[in-house]
């Protein structure tokens, strides 16, 4: 079976479907769908994501989030500090958010949909995060 490719910025570039499910150990699940938009920004991309988050027995919410993506695939919070870097094969990176340490495992097998899984630990938080990216 043949290796694909490494991803690079562009491949990332318009529109994608988000399906996330929030499963944690001491809360009820969580789920998000909505749409990612990278965007030429700056050198790199702007990534805004928007849909409706619902949890158990609360109303759907609104919800977004905002990072910059970098040419080496850096990813950076909206005040600029550094976020994780995505490995361009797959696989596995980390950031740490004290006392909270934060795992992701990017998959890219199935391109052009993508999943990143994020396990969540530490006193704080405890979760598992799992989206699915579609291209629209």
Do not use: N
């Amino acid at each position: 079976m043949p290796v694909p490719e490494p991803r690079v910025l562009s491949d990332f570039a318009g529109q994608w479907q988000v399906v996330r499910k929030i499963t944690a150990k001491a809360a009820p699940e969580a789920t998000f769908e909505g749409t990612a938009l990278w965007t030429p920004e700056g050198g790199g991309m702007a990534y805004a994501e928007t849909g409706v988050m619902r949890l158990a027995g609360k109303p759907p919410m609104q919800a977004e989030r905002r990072y910059f993506w970098a040419e080496d695939l850096s990813v950076y919070f909206q005040d600029g500090r550094f976020f994780h870097q995505v490995p361009g094969a797959g696989g596995q990176a980390q950031h740490w958010c004290d006392p909270d340490s934060y795992t992701v495992v990017y998959d890219f097998s199935g391109w052009p949909q993508f999943r990143a899984t994020w396990q969540v630990s530490g006193p704080r938080k405890d979760y598992v995060s799992d989206t699915l990216y579609t291209r629209c």
